[in-house]
């Protein structure tokens, strides 16, 4: 996309009191981008990691605390060996690459999911990522690897049944704090927009319990081709929706500021 402007810093039509404090993006279209150009599924991959290198960028200059990307869900071990192969290498290769410069921006990362089943290094990697960054104060950017949003309630009802069982709560306890409490994005916001690219609109797993009254934005960009004139537009959508949580109309975010 050709930018007409400069978007280096937060766009003048968006508001900063109104921009979201948390968005989740899954991030879809990697391989048809890469059809689409004769190229092997693996290359919209290649292409859509620098997309998320960029969008990180783009949250530090334009003031976006928290940032949530679907990585890979616990249903994606059901493409060809050599895809998930090829991804696991290229989440590897990303975090020793990038981990400098995002300790430079002071980024703060978190690997959401279960990581037990991903190759030890791998694992490794991210825990002492997480670790090293966990005091930065700049963007919190969340990935969620081998996650999947049934499995996380299904975690978090087994830990509450063990606090139960063990007597640290009582059954009348048991409420929307404490599962929330239980999740892996605890003690993150819930997202205020969710972005999926690709025309696709379902959310195939992705945080169902805390995109409860998140406002969703479609678009059928394909994620390699989602850069920052794409990520305005979706603020400027994001901006002139009316978030009513079940009570009466306010006014548009932007205007309500
Ligand atoms: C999203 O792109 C990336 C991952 C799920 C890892 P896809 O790989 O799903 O791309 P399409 O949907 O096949 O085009
Ligand atoms: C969702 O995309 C998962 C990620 C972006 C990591 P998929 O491409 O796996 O979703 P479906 O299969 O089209 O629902
Ligand atoms: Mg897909």
Redesign the pocket.
Same mark, same amino acid.
Do not use: C, I, Q, V
């Given at each position: 996309m050709t930018q007409a402007y400069d978007l280096s810093t937060l766009p003048a039509d968006l508001h900063p009191e109104a921009l979201p404090a948390h968005i989740a993006v899954i991030?879809?279209? !990697?391989?048809?981008?890469a059809?689409e150009r004769g190229l092997p599924?693996i290359a919209?991959?290649r292409q859509?990691a620098k997309t998320i290198k960029n969008l990180v960028r783009c949250c530090k200059d334009w003031g976006i605390p928290v940032l949530t990307v679907?990585?890979?869900?616990t249903e !994606?071990w059901r493409r060809p060996r050599s895809e998930v192969t090829f991804?696991m290498r290229l989440f590897d290769r990303l975090l020793r690459r990038e981990l400098t410069e995002m300790q430079r921006h002071g980024v703060r990362l978190r690997f959401l999911g279960d990581l037990s089943p991903l190759p030890e290094s791998l694992q490794t990697l991210m825990q002492d990522a997480m670790a090293v960054t966990r005091h930065n104060p700049g963007v919190q950017f969340n990935v969620a690897v081998n996650y999947g949003g049934r499995q996380e309630l299904v975690e978090a009802t087994r830990y509450i049944a063990q606090q139960v069982a063990c007597g640290a709560l009582t059954p009348d306890q048991i409420n929307e704090e404490a599962l929330t409490h239980a999740l892996c994005t605890h003690p993150l916001p819930d997202p205020d927009l969710l972005i999926r690219t690709?025309g696709?609109q379902r959310l195939s797993n992705f945080l169902p319990w805390q995109l409860a009254y998140t406002e969703l934005y479609f678009t059928d960009l394909?994620?390699p081709d989602f850069d920052r004139a794409a990520f305005h537009q979706a603020l400027q959508w994001y901006q002139n929706r009316q978030r009513r949580f079940g009570g009466l109309a306010p006014a548009p975010l932007a205007q309500s500021v």
């Open positions: 991030m879809d279209g !990697n391989g048809r981008w059809t599924r919209g991959h859509g679907y990585a890979f869900s !994606n991804l690709s696709e394909l994620w």
